[in-house]
Structures are given as structure tokens and as C-alpha cells.
């Protein structure tokens, strides 16, 4: 069954702690994407690699990191540095390959609340 | 305003009629995509139309792109109330990232059964 996994659905974060979001697809796509979703604000992106070892920031970068040691997996960390993380967080992957078409495949999300 | 930009924001139409939602943008693109989204839930590729396109069709959905004017418009025919939900045009940018796709706020449409 091939596809995107985010976990966990829900997260709860507590003041200064720094929580990690899992994303993983087995859909065997070079580039991964972590999205931020507010209510009325559309998505925007956070961070995406298009490689593995490699990422680079996206529009609202601050508070966040990103690591991408396997091909499948691009974990998020939301730092204590993220003032305001309550939000809907999604994560996509496409393949990367110049000159064709880079439809992106999305998982399920994750919805991260404020303690 | 950004890069891509939906019109209108909210759409209520009765099952059985068509929905037409509009998309303009700012800069040269790739390409130029729609997508949909169920409350709560990810997003699902509906349908992709190249700069060198004008036209496209997938079954119920009818996408047009005008370049000149930067503007794209989906159209959903004989709509029915499972076709409820957000609906976001994505723009793959010329000269940019090759991957990287700029999102709208997107439109709500309501299919009154």
C-alpha cells in the first residue's frame, strides 16, 4: 500500500519543549515538503529537500528544523523557537526530476496544539 | 496579493450545477495545478495543465489557462455534494526550485444536496 504516513494525527506541546513530526513515504520520490496550514491561510512551506542530505528553506523556516538521512523519511522539529506552533502540518513528496511534472502526493497531517 | 490567488474565496451552489473557481498568478510558470482537500484531511492532485497548454479535461473537471492574462480557471460539472471541499491552485514557477510548488489560500465550495 504505497503512500505518505504522517504520525502521530494528534501532538500536544508543552511550553520550551521541542516535539518532532513523522513523515515517511514509500513511493520512492526524491523530493520530500513539510507545510504549514492556518485556517484561511492556505499552505506554506516550511522546508523541502529535493535530495537526500540536502534541504533547504522555505517561507516560514524560523522555529523549525529538518533532517533527511534516507530517502524515505523527512522528519519535522518544532523548537521551542516557534512562538505560535499551533497549526495543521503537512507533509508531501513528488519526484524531482527536471523537465517533468512534479505532482506532489500528501499525507494525512498532523494537528499540533499548545499546551 | 501572492503568487497564486483564488477567486472567488467561498462558493455555494446546488447539486446538479457547475462550479467554476478561478486562479491567477503573478509570475512565468511550469506548470500550473489543482488540487482538493477534505476537511481535516490532505491534499489530492486533480489535475495538472502545462504553459504550453490551454485546455484540459478530467472527467467531471474542465481546467483552462490563459498566460496572457495569468489566470486559470477550474470548472466542476454537474456537481454533487461529495464534491464539497477546498480547492487550491499551485504554481510551479518558472526559473525556480524545478519542485517547488507556490500554494493559494483556496476556495470553499458548498454542494447543497
Known amino acids: 500500500d504505497g503512500g505518505i504516513t504522517q504520525s502521530p494525527k494528534y501532538l500536544f506541546r508543552k511550553e520550551g519543549q521541542n516535539v518532532t513530526l513523522s513523515c515517511e513515504q514509500n513511493l520512492n520520490h526524491d523530493a520530500m515538503y513539510w507545510y504549514r496550514q492556518d485556517p484561511g491561510q492556505g499552505l506554506r512551506l516550511i522546508y523541502y529537500?529535493?535530495?537526500?542530505?540536502?534541504?533547504q528553506k522555505g517561507d516560514i523556516a524560523e522555529g523549525y528544523s529538518v533532517s533527511r538521512e534516507k530517502k524515505e523519511s523527512f522528519p519535522l522539529t518544532v523548537t521551542s523557537a516557534q512562538k505560535n506552533p499551533t497549526a495543521f502540518y503537512l507533509c508531501a513528496s513528488s519526484t524531482y526530476d527536471r523537465g517533468v511534472q512534479n505532482i506532489q502526493y500528501f499525507g494525512a497531517g498532523t494537528r499540533l496544539s499548545v499546551l | 496579493s501572492q503568487q497564486g490567488e483564488e477567486d472567488p474565496q467561498a462558493l455555494s451552489i446546488q447539486e446538479g450545477e457547475n462550479a467554476t473557481m478561478n486562479c491567477s498568478y503573478k509570475?512565468?510558470?511550469?506548470?500550473l495545478q489543482w488540487y482538493r482537500q477534505n476537511s481535516g484531511r490532505g491534499l489530492v492532485h486533480l489535475i495538472l495543465i502545462r504553459s504550453n497548454e490551454r485546455e484540459k479535461h478530467s472527467g467531471r473537471l474542465r481546467v483552462t489557462l490563459d498566460t496572457s492574462k495569468k489566470s486559470s480557471s477550474l470548472l466542476i460539472t454537474a456537481s454533487r455534494a461529495a464534491d464539497t471541499a477546498s480547492y487550491f491552485c499551485a504554481t510551479n514557477i518558472q526559473g525556480g526550485a524545478n519542485s517547488k510548488l507556490t500554494f493559494g489560500k483556496g476556495i470553499t465550495l458548498s454542494v447543497r444536496p
Open positions: 529537500s529535493q535530495i537526500v542530505n540536502d534541504f
Open positions: 509570475t512565468s510558470i511550469n506548470n
